[in-house]
Structure formats: C-alpha cells, structure tokens
C-alpha cells in the first residue's frame, strides 16, 4: 500500500507548503503519513486506499496535518482518481479555524444545556417544595 501511495502521491500543489509553513521541497522529502496526525493515520490510508482503487468519483476527508512550527492543522481534502493514469488529483482547504469555531458552539451549547438544566430542576424543586407546604396545612 505504501508503494503505491508514493507512486499516486508525485506531484505537490504548490500551496500547499504555504498554510502548513513548509516549502514544497521539504513537504516532498517527508513521508506523507509522517506528518498526519497519528489519530488520523488509519482513517487517512483508508480514504487513500479507497481512491487508490477507484471506489468513490469524488472523495471528500478530514485530518490533521503536522505544520512546521508542531501544530496541527485540520485539511479538508476533495481527491479524486484520474481514470487510467493510476494518480490521484487532490485538493486541500484549511479548516482549522472552521474546526475550532464548531468546537466553542458545542462547548456553548453543552454549557446552556446544563444551565438550564440546573433552572428547571431549581424551579420545579420550589414549586414542589410549596406544594408539600401547602398541602401539609
């Protein structure tokens, strides 16, 4: 599977080095999964390899890739074979930001949840709580 990657992976976009402050000379000498995060490695060669034998048209995937300064950065890749030549064409979008934005909703959603949560379960108490006072008279 390795040999094939390397042989479906020849050719670079040049902008891609930008976003993950690598030039295309250093992107190109690393091996490709080196710099996929290591959660993201068996989903990432999965995706590949379903392109690799032509079962999807149009490929759409996520993962996180390693830029230069050691961070991670989530790329959205749009990848398809090229019928007959055994390549690959794929683009990829950063959407780290995107990421992180979806990430502080769920965190305040998750957070509104319990707080009103917390409201209703106080409200309903005092309303019980006279109940019982009333009802004790």
């Not at 020849?10 to 959660?39: C, I, N």
């Not at 398809?80 to 305040?108: C, F, M, N, S, W």
Request: positive net charge.
């Amino acid at each position: 599977m390795h040999r094939r990657l390397r042989r479906l992976l020849q050719a670079l976009e040049p902008g891609l080095g930008h976003p993950l402050g690598w030039s295309l000379e250093e992107l190109a000498a690393r091996p490709f999964l080196g710099l996929v995060h290591p959660d993201d490695r068996d989903a990432t060669l999965a995706a590949l390899g379903t392109l690799a034998e032509g079962e999807e048209s149009v490929f759409e995937f996520e993962n996180r890739y390693r830029h230069r300064d050691g961070s991670y950065r989530w790329l959205r890749w749009n990848a398809r074979p090229l019928p007959g030549r055994r390549r690959i064409y794929a683009t990829a979008r950063d959407v780290t930001r995107q990421k992180r934005l979806e990430r502080e909703i769920l965190e305040i959603v998750d957070r509104e949840k319990e707080r009103l949560g917390r409201e209703l379960h106080d409200g309903l108490c005092q309303t019980l709580a006279g109940i019982a006072a009333l009802s004790s008279r």
